[in-house]
């Protein structure tokens, strides 16, 4: 089955700072890559997706780059914030299944 | 709109009793899923449901069981409790087999 590993698994930064995080995955029919984030005593709520017709996706201060080649993709939040502060997962899913498999997070924390 | 709503949210079981979390969305999607999150170990699918009737397995079922006989509720069950089904339990939905994932806000399951 798919593979998704997540790097960094914890990640402090200052507010105002920018911060990425990266995936990788198995199958290169993986074709669906969505970007889950997770506040403390709540579910996962999806914040960014990129299918792989794609490259890069912009959501005002989030965007999530593809590279199909290499088999990883990346979150990157610029000028962060507190409120950012959370738990993120990475997911990847391809045509021949019907879920998702995520990555193990990385737990986020933004210093004011 | 409330989503995706789990219930109970809190519950203590003592091994070898039974239980059943319910699933209720109320966005009339076709895909349902139950994930267990364990700590450093990400989100694993136990069971998921392509349409109203149809179960299938996911990664982790052994212990469970799912029941889809109306398309807004997804019951999971499990028939003899055992100490490693103590998990945060976390319920999904789908309009579609590559669309984003609505979580509900989980079910935190102890087993003693």
């Given at each position: ?25 198995s ?32 959501d ?53 | ?8 949210k ?81 319920c ?8 984003g ?12």
């Open positions: 089955g798919e593979n998704v590993e997540q790097h960094p698994s914890t990640l402090s930064v200052q507010e105002g700072d920018s911060a990425v995080i990266k995936c990788t995955y199958d290169s029919a993986s074709n669906y890559f969505p970007w889950y984030k997770q506040e403390l005593g709540k579910g996962p709520q999806l914040i960014i997706d990129i299918r792989s017709n794609v490259g890069e996706k912009k005002q201060r989030i965007a999530v780059t593809l590279n199909k080649t290499a088999k990883h993709f990346s979150l990157h939040i610029t000028e962060t914030q507190p409120e950012d502060s959370a738990v993120y997962f990475c997911a990847a899913s391809w045509i021949q299944v019907n879920n998702l498999f995520f990555g193990t997070g990385t737990r986020l924390t933004v210093i004011p | 709109n409330a989503g995706v709503t789990q219930t109970p809190f519950r203590v079981l003592k091994t070898g009793q039974s239980m059943t979390l319910l699933c209720a969305q109320d966005m009339n999607h076709e895909y349902m899923y139950w994930y267990r999150q364990d700590p450093g170990m990400g989100l694993r699918l136990i069971h998921y449901s392509v349409g109203e009737g149809t179960t299938a397995k996911g990664e982790v079922p052994d212990g469970y069981n799912v029941s889809r006989l109306k398309k807004q509720n997804f019951l999971l069950g499990l028939e003899s409790a055992a100490p490693s089904q103590t998990s945060v339990y976390f999904a939905s789908s309009p579609g087999q590559r669309d994932y609505t979580f509900g806000s989980g079910t935190r399951l102890t087993v003693v």
